[in-house]
């Protein structure tokens, strides 16, 4: 077997690229981050104090609904695909060494855009 080597990650990238991984065309024609202002709107809510894991970013979770829809997947099998496929990382921005959502955090993700009643005018 072959030792990992320093730019392996980006070299298969870089093949997913020349292969026309559609992700990636998704990413360069929609600048995601105008949605932000409305998830951020519907979804901030006040501190209870100080501690706590950080919330995902929006973008990102709202990403991942994207993905759910595109290929019809479950939260359960979102997060393992995100972990698997590396068009799905690199999609959402994440890389190896990042934390990826659970199954449970993207559900409560999507419930949380239910209950603002935001989910209709994103998705």
Do not use: C, H
């Amino acid at each position: 077997m072959k030792q990992k080597g320093l730019f392996d990650e980006e070299d298969r990238l870089r093949v997913l690229s020349k292969l026309g991984d559609s992700l990636e065309k998704l990413n360069e024609k929609i600048n995601w981050e105008i949605f932000k202002p409305l998830l951020k709107k519907a979804l901030t809510k006040e501190p209870k104090g100080l501690g706590g894991r950080p919330a995902y970013d929006y973008v990102l979770m709202f990403k991942i609904i994207i993905l759910q829809k595109l290929y019809n997947i479950s939260d359960d099998q979102t997060e393992y695909q995100i972990n698997d496929r590396l068009s799905f990382m690199r999609f959402l921005g994440l890389e190896l060494k990042d934390k990826v959502p659970d199954a449970k955090t993207i559900w409560l993700f999507k419930e949380k855009l239910i209950e603002a009643r935001v989910s209709k005018k994103v998705i």
